[in-house]
């Protein structure tokens, strides 16, 4: 997973680089009101706070030194993801059984799934979105021998989108994931490109190696 490892740490670099002009703030153009830094933004604090004292220089240079801390702790963090789930079986141990189940709340049917492995989700919650599919990658989420495949098909295909690499619905950014919200459809679809059997009805998924 080269490739993917070295995607992952581009997109955390491009994310955390900083500029001069990311610590000036700046005027929202329907408004007209001020815009925080984008340096304050990255440290996920708010500007009115101050949460630095000194001159402008000392201020920027803490926030460039707490920036490049959150950096260096996202890197390890995303690379010990990857090697989670590199290290992952390539084969399920079992024939996955995903069962998803209903409950009418004030706000609507909300759905949470389970599986054979023990795994079990909570209720979706809110409403206007396909909670159906949202429940159901939330327990495909938990199994790593999924997603190691998911992995390797996107290293191969690293200059393409998840969507363009596996199908709709195989999330944002570098690491594929099964997105919430998008149709259960389009899960079994990704499912099925990455080679495994499929079979769905009254609720019930079976996910087995061919």
């Known amino acids: ?97 995903i069962k998803l189940e209903a409950h009418k709340g004030y706000m609507g049917w909300q759905w949470k799934g389970s599986d054979n492995c023990g795994n079990t989700g909570r209720y979706t919650g809110g409403y206007g979105y396909d909670k159906h599919s949202t429940a159901l990658a939330k327990i495909l989420n938990l199994h790593d021998t999924i997603l190691r495949k998911m992995y390797l098909a996107k290293d191969k295909k690293i200059k393409e989108s998840n969507s363009d690499a596996l199908g709709y619905g195989a999330g944002y950014g570098v690491l594929p994931y099964f997105e919430g919200g998008v149709g259960s459809s389009c899960h079994v679809k990704i499912l099925r490109g990455l080679g495994y059997e499929v079979t769905e009805g009254n609720d019930v998924y079976v996910i087995a190696e061919k």
């Open 1 to 97: 997973m080269k490739n993917l490892k070295r995607m992952a740490m581009l997109e955390i670099l491009r994310l955390y680089a900083v500029e001069a002009a990311d610590f000036k703030s700046t005027k929202d153009k329907d408004s007209g009101r001020e815009v925080e830094p984008r340096a304050y933004r990255l440290l996920g604090r708010a500007w009115n706070a101050k949460p630095y004292a000194g001159t402008p220089e000392q201020i920027e240079a803490k926030i460039r030194a707490r920036i490049a801390k959150i950096k260096s702790a996202k890197i390890a963090q995303k690379m010990a993801q990857i090697a989670k789930i590199e290290a992952a079986p390539a084969k399920l141990d079992r024939t996955l059984i």
